[in-house]
């Protein structure tokens, strides 16, 4: 899932994870300062850069892309790990790392999350704090080259009204884990292919055949 920067992406995302069973949310690495109330471990795994710059040359990113003057990543046994569980796994990027995974994971799902307007942005953008005027042009700025990736995705999210919101990503998820090339072939042969009932075994020698006929005086 990607958007601009104030969207909503990141509250969306915590709430699909809590409503939909079987979804889990990765965590990211990132190079940047915690914000007021997000957690290491929680939010992000906030590092330093030598330490994200080691992990790039040990291959440790299933993607990762700089971000506003900051380095985000997700880590790739992480991921590994909960697809190898049968969990469908959330992944909160930007339209780099986005498009790295595309090259990567041919069976991934792609959509992108849109604030109604750049003005509407731009007051999120104001009352979250913690940015200062010139940062948050900046984002801005980025949103307007960004918006254009919205080809890219397979699906568009207007975040408008939050609970609307949720329950079309909800619905894009359940959806997706119905489409036919998803289906388990090891159950549908297991129900209705496999012939499950093996023919009768002949025991009783008394049985008919077409090369027999009984005797009536037996």
């Given at each position: ?79 590994s790990g909960m697809m190898n569980q ?87 998820v359940l959806a997706e884990r119905i489409?036919?090339?998803?289906l388990d072939i090891g159950w549908l ?30």
């Amino acid at each position: 899932m990607s958007a601009p920067s104030g969207a909503g992406k990141t509250t969306l995302c915590k709430q699909l994870v809590a409503t939909v069973p079987g979804l889990r949310h990765s965590i990211s690495y990132t190079t940047r300062k915690p914000r007021p109330g997000e957690v290491h471990g929680r939010e992000y795994y906030f590092v330093e850069e030598q330490l994200f710059q080691d992990m790039i040359q040990r291959n440790e990113f299933a993607e990762w892309a700089p971000v506003y003057g900051h380095f985000y990543g997700t880590p790739r046994s992480a991921l590994s790990g909960m697809m190898n569980q049968g969990l469908d796994v959330l992944l909160e990027i930007d339209t780099q790392g986005a498009t790295q995974i595309k090259k990567r994971f041919e069976d991934a799902v792609y959509i992108y999350i849109l604030p109604p307007s750049l003005d509407t942005l731009r007051t999120r953008l104001e009352k979250r704090g913690g940015d200062a005027p010139e940062e948050i042009q900046r984002r801005l700025q980025k949103a307007r080259e960004e918006v254009w990736s919205y080809r890219n995705y397979d699906y568009i999210v207007r975040n408008d009204d939050m609970k609307q919101a949720l329950q079309e990503l909800e619905a894009i998820v359940l959806a997706e884990r119905i489409k036919t090339k998803r289906l388990d072939i090891g159950w549908l042969e297991e129900n209705f292919i496999r012939e499950k009932d093996a023919a009768p075994t002949v025991q009783d020698e008394t049985i008919l055949t077409p090369h027999r006929r009984a005797d009536p005086h037996d």
